[in-house]
């Protein structure tokens, strides 16, 4: 069994920034696939952004070029930063950790509002 703990979310003007971090402490982590997936309230869970155990990364179009996925193997810790963030950036946003199984975080909100 896997434990993914997030932590950064938030409420954050229109323009903001927020990191967001999920630790997977005790797993072989750098072999997961790890990746950031929203839900935002009536909609379907969406992927946000992955990267893959050798770093690649994808990302979803609607966040291009304002949200960066990163990985820190020492600390078994997967990073989403997120800028000129937009009120429909608003979600529960969720890591997912997959290698044989995949393995979900609790979700941490992330509000974009003034």
């Known amino acids: 069994q896997v434990q993914l703990v997030e932590s950064g979310g938030g409420l954050v003007q229109p323009g903001g920034s927020l990191r967001l971090s999920c630790a997977a402490p005790?797993?072989?982590?750098?072999?997961?696939?790890m990746g950031w997936y929203r839900q935002a309230p009536g909609k379907q869970r969406e992927l946000v952004a992955v990267?893959?155990?050798?770093?690649?990364?994808n990302y979803a179009d609607s966040v291009k070029g304002r949200f960066t996925i990163s990985r820190d193997n020492a600390k078994s810790t997967v990073y989403l930063q997120m800028s000129s963030l937009k009120p429909e950036d608003t979600a529960v946003y969720y890591c997912?950790?997959?290698?044989?199984?995949?393995?979900w975080g609790q979700g941490t909100q992330v509000t974009v509002s003034s």
């Open positions: 990267i893959g155990s050798g770093g690649s990364t």
């Open positions: 005790g797993t072989v982590f750098s072999h997961y696939v």
């Open positions: 997912n950790a997959r290698w044989e199984l995949s393995y």
